[in-house]
């Protein structure tokens, strides 16, 4: 399955959550957000929200800016 | 701590200078120009992780939780839609209800975008945020903002970055008489005397980012724009005396010695 990560395709096991995708990236829990298709997808809700082929998915954090 | 107390949104503040954390040479400067600043609110930007990177948010660690409060803005958003979304997801990720709203038109001035700000400041109050708006420096729609539920309008003293200061100080004059919530100039701070023009001006604050950052010596900088701001903030609550146009003596006129020379002649007196 070939989902869209910070604009970039990504290969991901099928059945893969946005759990696993934080995992898989090798990022913690803390300092990032997630919204998949435009929709944020809170924290709480990440074992249970499952990607799909074609998702565009954006994981931010934060940088220096004014 | 000259500083009346001062709130916004749920914070009680300590200091009337907010810092950005943008294009410092690197993170141990900006950390001492934030000491410097005695700042207690800074604001730092949404932006994607870099895949591969493991350490998120890496700029976090150089602002101490304990000391300082974290304030997300939606700078380089072009539409509503994206400041929203951004708005979002800062609030989930550091789990603040703040931001400093910022809809930009395009990209050479960065003026903000009044139509999609509006719409952003709406949908951002609906949803529980304390919105910090930054506007460009009209009193018209400084009263829009307001209206839509802001907590604070942040009019641009001049363009961001530009460091060209306060250029219209009868506008924000104009904004401090209009609106009710407190005005925090943002944007186009150069130098020391601009912030303490601001300040004199009767804002509530200043957001400064460039002016520091970007100084040859920042921290040093950084301690200047802090008592810029003091000075500016007592300045404008001791009642300055007002401009005219002659002369005024400040020592007596009686008691002088025996002159050589009368004073010249000057017409009208």
Same mark, same amino acid.
């Given at each position: 399955?070939t989902?869209?990560?910070?604009? #970039?395709?990504?290969?991901l096991?099928a059945?893969s959550?946005?759990a696993?995708l934080?995992?898989?990236? *090798?990022l913690?829990r803390?300092r990032?957000?997630?919204?998949?298709?435009?929709?944020?997808?809170?924290q709480?809700?990440?074992e249970?929200?499952?990607? #799909?082929e074609?998702?565009?998915?954006?994981?931010?954090?934060?940088?220096g800016? *004014? | 701590?000259p500083?009346a107390?001062?709130?916004?949104?749920k914070?009680e503040l300590?200091?009337?200078l907010?810092?950005?954390?943008?294009?410092?040479p690197? &993170?141990e400067?900006?950390?001492?120009a +934030? !000491?410097?600043s005695g700042?207690h609110v800074?604001?730092?930007?949404?932006?994607?992780?870099?895949?591969?990177?493991?350490?998120?948010g890496?700029?976090?660690d150089?602002? !101490?939780?304990?000391?300082?409060?974290?304030?997300p803005?939606t700078?380089?958003c072009?539409?509503? $839609? !994206?400041?929203?979304?951004s708005a979002r +997801?800062?609030r989930e990720?550091?789990a603040?209800?703040?931001?400093k709203?910022?809809v &930009?038109?395009?990209?050479?001035?960065? &003026?903000?975008?009044?139509? @999609?700000?509006?719409?952003?400041?709406?949908?951002l109050?609906?949803e529980?945020?304390t =919105?910090l708006c930054?506007?460009?420096?009209?009193?018209v729609?400084a009263?829009r903002?307001?209206d839509?539920g802001a907590?604070s309008?942040?009019?641009?003293?001049s363009p961001?970055g530009s460091?060209q200061?306060?250029?219209n100080p009868n506008?924000i004059?104009?904004?401090?008489?209009?609106v009710?919530v407190p005005?925090i100039? !943002?944007?186009?701070?150069?130098t020391?005397?601009?912030?303490c023009?601001?300040?004199e001006?009767?804002?509530?604050g200043v957001?400064l980012?460039?002016?520091v950052a &970007?100084a040859?010596?920042?921290v040093?900088m950084?301690r200047?724009?802090?008592l810029a701001c003091e000075?500016?903030? +007592?300045?404008?609550?001791? @009642?300055?005396?007002?401009?005219?146009?002659?002369?005024?003596a400040?020592?007596?006129?009686t008691? +002088?010695i025996?002159?050589a020379?009368?004073?010249d002649e =000057?017409a009208? $007196?």
């Amino acid at each position: 399955m070939t989902a869209h990560v910070n604009g #970039k395709p990504m290969e991901l096991p099928a059945e893969s959550t946005v759990a696993g995708l934080i995992e898989r990236l *090798g990022l913690g829990r803390t300092r990032v957000a997630v919204e998949v298709n435009k929709e944020l997808v809170v924290q709480k809700q990440w074992e249970s929200a499952r990607l #799909k082929e074609g998702d565009r998915v954006e994981v931010v954090t934060f940088v220096g800016g *004014g | 701590m000259p500083y009346a107390p001062f709130k916004l949104g749920k914070h009680e503040l300590r200091s009337r200078l907010f810092l950005g954390t943008g294009k410092y040479p690197d &993170l141990e400067v900006m950390r001492k120009a +934030l !000491d410097a600043s005695g700042c207690h609110v800074v604001t730092v930007a949404v932006r994607r992780v870099e895949i591969g990177q493991k350490h998120a948010g890496q700029i976090l660690d150089a602002i !101490d939780p304990e000391r300082y409060l974290i304030l997300p803005n939606t700078a380089g958003c072009f539409s509503a $839609e !994206d400041a929203v979304r951004s708005a979002r +997801l800062a609030r989930e990720a550091l789990a603040v209800d703040w931001v400093k709203l910022e809809v &930009l038109a395009d990209k050479k001035t960065l &003026l903000p975008d009044p139509l @999609g700000t509006l719409e952003a400041c709406r949908t951002l109050v609906k949803e529980g945020f304390t =919105v910090l708006c930054y506007a460009s420096d009209d009193p018209v729609m400084a009263r829009r903002i307001e209206d839509a539920g802001a907590a604070s309008v942040m009019p641009a003293g001049s363009p961001i970055g530009s460091g060209q200061g306060v250029l219209n100080p009868n506008n924000i004059r104009i904004i401090l008489e209009t609106v009710k919530v407190p005005v925090i100039v !943002d944007a186009g701070v150069g130098t020391a005397s601009d912030v303490c023009i601001a300040m004199e001006l009767g804002a509530e604050g200043v957001l400064l980012n460039t002016g520091v950052a &970007l100084a040859r010596d920042p921290v040093a900088m950084a301690r200047a724009m802090s008592l810029a701001c003091e000075a500016g903030y +007592l300045a404008a609550r001791s @009642g300055r005396i007002a401009r005219k146009l002659y002369a005024t003596a400040s020592s007596p006129w009686t008691g +002088l010695i025996e002159p050589a020379k009368r004073p010249d002649e =000057v017409a009208g $007196e």
